[in-house]
Structures are given as structure tokens and as C-alpha cells.
């Protein structure tokens, strides 16, 4: 008797660890947007593009709705969601950041110039440290953050139209 | 072409290793003592076919074969020759090939030299570890499959990570893996143990130099990647406790218990049960180690896997493993009473085997916690050396004093020699100890401690070996991996608390003072090389104790493919201490961070280590002349 309860408390132990083994598994895929949506950002501080300040938490306050957006002049997809970024630009509750990533000053300027500046702050991240704190593994990649510096939503890739309407639609309420 | 040759040579291994069970399924059954000459030359020829197919891959990264994606995403056709062709198992895919063929190497010289032994034992360790052969094979070809081809083909590789382009790292993955894959056969003889009841002495005999092997390749691996981290990581430490570093650990634990209580199943023929268990416990550890690394659930250096559905193949697979063996030991455990006498050789060999689990259990505890609070609690946290420092040291010393007494003591008896000459040993211990207290003028109660118990181990054992030479017994394997375990953890100790470390920024041509030290940027030159370009600094160093100079000169490596930015320590190693210097640039500054340590006895470490593997070398060498 004793002895089958041993037994039987083995097994469990293995597969209780087999099993937390299987969802920490199916955890880390889908880590990185669903652990940052509804977070509060923190610690915020971004070198300005061209003057010798830094961007924090105090600017995203004053706003109802920021959009952070990572981008870069080397990056492809970034052409995809331009003109969704400009289009943006001119909606009332909202401000766009824009972070410069590991992007040379010289492209990243004439990029802007050549396709339009959606951007009402533009930050830059030479060495893609800042972004970190942002949970950003790739550009482009957008946050969407209210007044009280809640992360909404956070996209991934290139802001696609559908994306555009729902920030629209977020900016309304 | 490369592709489909590689591709279809994995394939044909599956079906020899089928073939190989089902030949081997036959001639269990047909009533003769020798095993069919066959197997053999199927075996040959599985052996054969999977170098060649290694060789494939080889050759596909020497001629920058880009159309196969591991060559693409891991090789650049401006690398050193020496790097394209170690680039063949610094990645997932190539690594895992270098696994199967290990497995396939150990299956085939485990069935030849192991002729005394009876048929259907062996025909059952050929058969199990020709499904661990498939299931390994499977896996690669289906999720991780090195030939792979990708299209349109690229012009140009994206290049191997320039820290891994480094000669401790190119031996350290083969190293590594002859030990913890070498562990797959005595897995495999201890499920064939089982199901055919060979047991006891003759078993062990069986697995011994195996086991021995293994341990002593593990040994080294470990080592090699310890010195990589020393001085490519750049700040000075050699082991980080990092996930990945407990993976290569815990295996190493479970086979130091194994040696150990192998002994005990030798010469008297007890602990049968639990070196099964060990046996079962290695492969599988080592099994888990993988999946954690690969799957990406744990974070750590090793990055080049992070595929989640990679992850779960290997957990399907480990599962089946570890669910199978331990119905098998169920079903075949019979309790044993020993009758163990307190002082005898027996119960220290298995206080040793305590120790090493409760390492083993806290160095696990410590790996996977993270994954569990996660899971659990969905919160992160991070278990670093302050957990493994506080439970690991104190326990140190306390095993220390068991290594000195233990080999002491007499099979079966109860009974100690020499008790007195132990009470000087350890008298003697404790005064050096005070005398290096003097000399480095610092101390703490634990070092003291840590210091006392290692210097007992290495001056009892240091007995052991002239009582050996007058014996006319040389059989030095034991002394020698003893005692190098206790100057391991003395160098370990003394570098732990006499190391000095000063972090500051230099301009060119100013100077720094530290303690008796002065540090001078002397100059600071760009040069070009191969596949990189050095920003190489030069740094006078002067100590005024002794008014000696030496110069040494830190790197910043600028890397094109894939562009990189690295830091090169410059090392000064000497026999009583190292001088470690890192530089890096400080963004729009014409500053430079600088990193000086000074490390006693650093070299030591890698010298004890390199003692220890040399133990289990010597054993296999002797084993080995007194069999043949």
C-alpha cells in the first residue's frame, strides 16, 4: 500500500512538471503583446531626434492618446504604414512619437522628407536600448497609450487599415 | 545537391536503425550465443553513412552552400576557414546532427566492446538505443532539418555571431556533447539491465569506462565554456549560474554520483536499484537540459533555438522516456535491506551520492523555479548566484570533509586507520589557513572555512597517494581527481575573495590610481583584420609595490556580418594572479570605460579541472589494459 502511494506520488510529480513544462511552452509565443497590453508604462525616457533633451512621461500626459511608433529608414514595411501615420496626424486626441531605431540621422531625415513626417516628436534609439523597455523585438511596432500612460494596444508589423480604424475608433470614446 | 544528398542519407539512417531492431528482434531468438554478423556490419555501415552525411554539412558550410538555410543563417563566405567549419555545430540544426552521431558512434562500440557480456543484454542496449537513434532522427529531419534548402538562394550568409567565432567554443560544443549524449548508452544498458535481469557486478563492469568517459568529456566541456565565458563575456567571472550553465551541470552531478556508487555495485554488489536509477537520471537531465535551452522557455546565452514547436517534439519525446523508464523500474523494483556499517567505505560512497543530489536537486530547484512562478503565479522572477552561493557553499564544506575521510575507510568494516594523522592533517589546514589570512590581510569565516576543508582534502589525499607509491599500487586516478577537486575549490575560494576590481573612465593619455596600481591610456590604434576591424587600446599598467610595468591592450571588435560590436578583454595570466582589462566607448565622449581586475590564481581553476577530467581518463586507460 505504502508503496503504491509512493509510486503514484512519483508519476504525479513527473507529469505536474511535464505539464507546467507544456504551458510555459505554449506561454512564451504569445508573451510579449498580451503581457504588455494593460500595463502602465514606467520610466519613460527618450533622446530627442535633433535637440539635446529627452522625452518623458510628463508629454504623454499632457495628451489623451499618444501612438509610439518604432521605425527606421532600412525597414521595409515602415513604407507600408506611412501614410496611415500621416493620416493620423491629424486627428485631435491624438500625438504620434516616433523612435528613430538603430537608424543612420542623414537616412532617416531625407526618409521623412521623401515620404512626409506623421510624426509630432520624433525620438531616436541609435542602439535600440531604449526600445527595450518597450518590448519591442522587431519594427515596426506601435503602442498605443492613453492619458494615464496605459499601454491599450500594442501592434506588431506594419499599422494595417484595420488597425487604422481601430485606433480611430479608440481616439473617439 | 548537398540538400538532397543530406536529406536523403538522414532518411536512409532511419531505416538502417529500424532494420538494425528488427535484425536484432530476430537473432534474439535463434537459440546461439554470438550475435549475427550482420548487426555488425549494419551497425558499420549506419556509422559510416551518418559521418558522411556530417560531413555533407561540413562541406556545405566550407563552400558557403547558401542554398541551405542553417549555412545561410549561421555562415558568411568571409569567415576564417577555421569558423565555417566549427559554424557546423554552433547552431541548432547542426548541433542536434552531432548529437545523432555521438548516439550512433557510443551504440556501436558499446556492442563491440562488450564481447563478455551475454547477448541478449546487449542486443537489448543496441535495440533501446537504436529507438533513441530514430527518435532523434525524426526529430531532425521533420522539425530541424540542417539541409533545409531555402530559394531564391541568398548571394551572401548573415554570418556567425562573432562571440561564438572563438577556439574555446568551436571544441566546447563536441566536448560537451560526448558527455552528456555519451550518457544515452549506459541509459539504454540500464533499461536492457532491467528487462533481462543482468545485474550486479558484471553490469557495472559493463558501463564502467562508459560512464568514466562521459563524466570525463562533460568535465571538460563545462571547462571550455567556462574559459569562453572568462574572457569573451567581459567582466571577468567564469560561471553565472546561467540556465544554461545548470544544464550542462546537472547531468554532470548525476554521473559523479554514478561513478561513485558504481564502485560500491562493483565490489560488493549493492546499491543496484539506485545506480539504475543514476543511469536513467543522467540521460535523462541531460535530455531536459536540452529542451529548456531549445525550446526557449528558460532565457539564456544560448539563443539559437528559441522555437516553441521545436520544444514540444523534445517534450513528447523526453516524456515517453522518463514515463517508460519509470514504469519499467516499478515494475521491476524489489526493495533491498542493506545492512551498511556506519564507518564503512560503502556509506561514505553513498553520502557522496547525497551530496551530489542535494546539489543536484538545488541546482534544478534554481533552474526551472522561474518557469514555475510563471505558470503558477504569472510572475517573473529570476533566481541568480546569491541563491546558489548561500545554499551551495556552506554544504561545500561539510562534502569536503566527507572527501577527506571518506577513502579513508575500509570496504564492509567498521573501522578507521589513521585517525590521528587525520587530526594533524586537518590542524595543518587550519594554520595555513591563518597564514593566508596574514598574507592577503581580508578574511571571512566562511572562506576561512571553504580554505581549511579543501586544504584537508588535498593533504589527505596527498597521504592516499604516498601510501599508494610505497603500496607499489599506481592507480593515481582517484588522488588525482581528488585532490585537483580540492585546488579547485581553494583557487575558487582565494580568487572569490581576494579578487580586486575598479571600474572608472580614461581619456587617452590620462591615468588612474588604484590601490598600489597605476593605469595610463597610453595609446589607442584602429587596425583592420580578416572579417573585422579593432579599435585596440593600450594601457600601461605600473605597481608601485614591486615597481614591475606590463602592458596590456583591450579590443573593441567592429564586426560586418552580421555587424557587431564586441568587447575583447586582454588578459595577463600568470601563475599567482591574473590582470584582466576590459575597454568599451562611451557614446559621443572621447571617454573610455574601463574595467581592471586583478584575479589570484585564476589559472588554477582551469588547471584543477583539467586534473579532475584527467582522473577519469586515467581509470578508463587502466580499466582498459587490465581487460584486454
Redesign the interface.
Known amino acids: 500500500m505504502q508503496?503504491k502511494i509512493i509510486?503514484l506520488l512519483?508519476?504525479s510529480i513527473?507529469i505536474f512538471?511535464?505539464g507546467?513544462?507544456?504551458?510555459?511552452?505554449?506561454?512564451?509565443?504569445s508573451y510579449d503583446t498580451k503581457g504588455l497590453e494593460g500595463q502602465i508604462l514606467k520610466n519613460i525616457k527618450l533622446e530627442h531626434f535633433k535637440e539635446n533633451k529627452f522625452i518623458t512621461e510628463k508629454y504623454l500626459k499632457k495628451n489623451d492618446f499618444t501612438l509610439i511608433n518604432f521605425w527606421a529608414s532600412w525597414c521595409g514595411p515602415c513604407r507600408l504604414e506611412h501614410p496611415f501615420l500621416l493620416k493620423l496626424k491629424n486627428e485631435k486626441n491624438l500625438k504620434l512619437i516616433g523612435v528613430n531605431f538603430k537608424d543612420k540621422k542623414n537616412s532617416a531625415i531625407n526618409f521623412l522628407n521623401d515620404h512626409g513626417d506623421p510624426y509630432h516628436e520624433l525620438a531616436k534609439d541609435?542602439f535600440g536600448k531604449y526600445s527595450i523597455n518597450f518590448g519591442i523585438y522587431g519594427i515596426p511596432e506601435s503602442i498605443l497609450v492613453n492619458k494615464n500612460l496605459v499601454i491599450i494596444k500594442k501592434f506588431i508589423g506594419p499599422i494595417s487599415e484595420n488597425d487604422y480604424i481601430y485606433i480611430k475608433e479608440t481616439i473617439k470614446k | 545537391m548537398l540538400s538532397s544528398i543530406g536529406s536523403s542519407l538522414l532518411f536512409i539512417n532511419i531505416l538502417l536503425g529500424i532494420t538494425i531492431i528488427l535484425f536484432s528482434l530476430q537473432n534474439l531468438n535463434d537459440g546461439k550465443n554470438l550475435i549475427n554478423k550482420k548487426i555488425y556490419h549494419i551497425c558499420v555501415f549506419q556509422n559510416t553513412l551518418i559521418i558522411i552525411c556530417f560531413f555533407t554539412l561540413v562541406s556545405a558550410f566550407i563552400f558557403s552552400d547558401f542554398s541551405l538555410i542553417t549555412v545561410y543563417q549561421n555562415s558568411h563566405s568571409l569567415k576564417p576557414i577555421f569558423y565555417k567549419i566549427t559554424g557546423t555545430w554552433g547552431n541548432h540544426e547542426g548541433s542536434l546532427l552531432l548529437w545523432v552521431i555521438i548516439l550512433t558512434i557510443f551504440s556501436f562500440f558499446f556492442l563491440l566492446y562488450n564481447k563478455d557480456h551475454p547477448k541478449k543484454y546487449r542486443i537489448y542496449t543496441l535495440i533501446i538505443q537504436n529507438i533513441l537513434i530514430i527518435g532523434f532522427l525524426l526529430f531532425l529531419l521533420f522539425s530541424s532539418n540542417p539541409f533545409s534548402i531555402i530559394s531564391p538562394t541568398p548571394k551572401e550568409g548573415l554570418g556567425l555571431n562573432p562571440i561564438l567565432q572563438d577556439p574555446a567554443l568551436a571544441i566546447h560544443p563536441p566536448l560537451l556533447y560526448i558527455g552528456f549524449v555519451g550518457s544515452s548508452i549506459y541509459f539504454s544498458a540500464a533499461i536492457a539491465s532491467l528487462l533481462t535481469g543482468y545485474s550486479g557486478k558484471l553490469f557495472a563492469l559493463s558501463i564502467k569506462n562508459w560512464v568514466l568517459i562521459s563524466w570525463s568529456f562533460q568535465t571538460l566541456g563545462i571547462l571550455t565554456g567556462s574559459i569562453w565565458a572568462y574572457y569573451e563575456l567581459g567582466w571577468g567571472g567564469f560561471w553565472f549560474w546561467d540556465p544554461v550553465e545548470n544544464a550542462s551541470l546537472l547531468p554532470w552531478f548525476a554521473m559523479t554520483a554514478l561513478i561513485h556508487s558504481l564502485i560500491v555495485l562493483e565490489k560488493r554488489n549493492l546499491f543496484y536499484f539506485w545506480t539504475i536509477i543514476l543511469c536513467l537520471l543522467t540521460f535523462i537531465l541531460s535530455v531536459t537540459g536540452t529542451f529548456l535551452v531549445r525550446s526557449g522557455i528558460l532565457n539564456s546565452v544560448h539563443t539559437f533555438a528559441n522555437d516553441p514547436a521545436r520544444g514540444l517534439n523534445i517534450l513528447i519525446f523526453l516524456t515517453l522516456m522518463i514515463l517508460f523508464s519509470v514504469l519499467l523500474l516499478f515494475k521491476k523494483f524489489k526493495s533491498n535491506n542493506y545492512n551498511l556499517n556506519s564507518n564503512s567505505k560503502e556509506t561514505f560512497i553513498l553520502v557522496n551520492n547525497w551530496f551530489m543530489m542535494f546539489y543536484l536537486i538545488t541546482v534544478l530547484l534554481g533552474t526551472v523555479y522561474p518557469i514555475f512562478t510563471e505558470v503558477l503565479n504569472n510572475s517573473k522572477i529570476s533566481v541568480g548566484p546569491p541563491f546558489y552561493n548561500s545554499v551551495i557553499i556552506p554544504i561545500l564544506i561539510l562534502f569536503l570533509f566527507f572527501m577527506s575521510i571518506g577513502p579513508q575507510a575500509k570496504w564492509i568494516k567498521n573501522q578507521f586507520n589513521n585517525l590521528k594523522l587525520l587530526a594533524i592533517i586537518l590542524t595543518g589546514g587550519i594554520i595555513i589557513n591563518f597564514l593566508i589570512i596574514y598574507f592577503f590581510k581580508s578574511h571571512n569565516i566562511l572562506s576561512s572555512f571553504i580554505i581549511i576543508s579543501s586544504l584537508f582534502l588535498i593533504i589527505s589525499s596527498l597521504k592516499d597517494t604516498i601510501e599508494l607509491i610505497e603500496n607499489k599500487n599506481f592507480n593515481f586516478a582517484r588522488v588525482i581527481s581528488h585532490i585537483a577537486f580540492g585546488f579547485l575549490i581553494l583557487s575558487i575560494g582565494l580568487n572569490y575573495n581576494f579578487s580586486l576590481e575598479k571600474d572608472f573612465n580614461l581619456k587617452l593619455g590620462e591615468t588612474q590610481k588604484f590601490k598600489s596600481y597605476l593605469i595610463k591610456f597610453e595609446s589607442l590604434q584602429l587596425k583592420d583584420f580578416k572579417n573585422y576591424k579593432a579599435v585596440i587600446g593600450e594601457f600601461k599598467i605600473s605597481n608601485s609595490q614591486n615597481n614591475s610595468e606590463l602592458f596590456l591592450n583591450p579590443e573593441i571588435r567592429i564586426y560586418e556580418n552580421p555587424s557587431t560590436l564586441t568587447y575583447e578583454a586582454s588578459i595577463r595570466s600568470g601563475l599567482l594572479k591574473d590582470y584582466y582589462i576590459t575597454m568599451s566607448n562611451i557614446d559621443r565622449s572621447d571617454y573610455y570605460n574601463i574595467k581592471f581586475q586583478k584575479k589570484p590564481f585564476m589559472i588554477w581553476i582551469w588547471i584543477s579541472v583539467i586534473f579532475i577530467s584527467l582522473g577519469g581518463f586515467l581509470r578508463v586507460f587502466k580499466n582498459a589494459s587490465k581487460n584486454y
Open positions: 508503496v509510486k512519483i508519476v513527473i512538471i511535464i507546467v513544462f507544456f504551458i510555459s511552452l505554449d506561454k512564451n509565443t541609435e
